[in-house]
């Protein structure tokens, strides 16, 4: 029975109720429904805390099962008495996650900015990295892209998801823009994340619902890394 990700259709979630389905060996405890994000395509997984039998436990990381349809919140300690069949409930450290929503989105942006091959990244709390295939890179002005992130950011433009085919996605696959990591295939759809009007591009992550609540941020540096290859810095403030 797969997990149901209740965060792709509404990242604004905090908690939910759920069943519980399975029991890993490392005590992983798999539900039928949660608003944690596992981590993948460079997002860490959430941390929160699940509620149960009268107490309440934190949660460390939430993961993907073998197959990507279940996901497992892993307990700060195996020893968590939980059993296949209790019902639950799951909150989310909110504050972690809406960092990282806003860094995630704020990253779409720097992929305006720099309309280059992604070859790597990671988001983390109020910051993040991704890294450019650049042609002819050179010198690459830090204070320019620095103010037209800034720019796209205030545009406050909504940034909105849908489902496509694997089939739709092959017939365009220039919406891909990573290297390194293609969108997950095999579930009959790939989620399609839309900045109006600036970007579109197959991400699962989760994101703000408009660039304006991205907030202050700035190019903390542009790293050379090889000959082609530049890694962007970005950090976001409260």
Same mark, same amino acid.
């Given at each position: ?40 395509? @460079?997002?860490?997984?959430?941390? @929160? ?71 790597? @990244? ?103 890394? @090889? ?12």
């Amino acid at each position: 029975m797969p997990t149901r990700f209740l965060f792709r259709d509404d990242a604004y979630l905090g908690s939910t109720e759920a069943s519980v389905i399975a029991i890993t060996p490392d005590g992983g405890i798999v539900l039928d429904q949660t608003v944690f994000y596992a981590q993948g395509g @460079g997002q860490p997984g959430d941390q @929160g805390v699940m509620r149960a039998k009268g107490r309440e436990f934190p949660i460390t990381n939430a993961v993907y099962g073998a197959e990507r349809t279940e996901i497992a919140h892993l307990a700060a300690s195996p020893d968590h008495g939980i059993a296949v069949g209790d019902r639950v409930e799951v909150a989310l450290d909110w504050a972690r996650r809406h960092a990282l929503m806003r860094a995630h989105t704020a990253l779409h942006l720097v992929s305006v900015v720099f309309p280059f091959p992604v070859t790597g @990244g990671s988001v983390g709390v109020a910051e993040g990295r991704l890294d450019f295939d650049i042609p002819d890179a050179g010198d690459v002005d830090r204070d320019a892209a620095h103010a037209e992130l800034a720019r796209l950011v205030a545009l406050d433009r909504p940034v909105t998801s849908r489902n496509l085919t694997d089939a739709e996605l092959d017939a365009n696959p220039g919406l891909v823009k990573t290297m390194m990591v293609q969108p997950p295939r095999g579930t009959g759809t790939i989620r399609l994340v839309s900045i109006e009007g600036l970007d579109l591009q197959p991400c699962g992550g989760t994101h703000v619902r408009s660039t304006a609540e991205i907030g202050r941020i700035e190019i903390t540096r542009i790293e050379k890394k @090889g000959a082609k290859n530049r890694r962007v810095r970005i950090a976001l403030h409260a």
